[in-house]
């Protein structure tokens, strides 16, 4: 998951674009992005 945060969040891939550079389907790399994102917003939230 640390993966698809860097390359969508701090590279700007989309979704297609990491799961190429990652070797792994769309939907696996979609999955992982909206994963990471409620484990940090679980995370930060007060």
């Keep these: 998951m640390a993966k698809v945060v860097e390359?969508?969040?701090f590279i700007g891939l989309g979704v297609a674009e990491v799961a190429a550079t990652l070797g792994v389907a769309e939907r696996t790399?979609?999955?992982?992005?909206?994963?990471?994102?409620?484990w940090?917003?679980?995370r930060l939230e007060p």
Excluded: F, G, P, T
């Design 7 to 9: 390359l969508r969040y």
């Design 29 to 38: 790399a979609q999955r992982d992005w909206i994963a990471a994102r409620a």
């Design 40 to 42: 940090l917003k679980e």
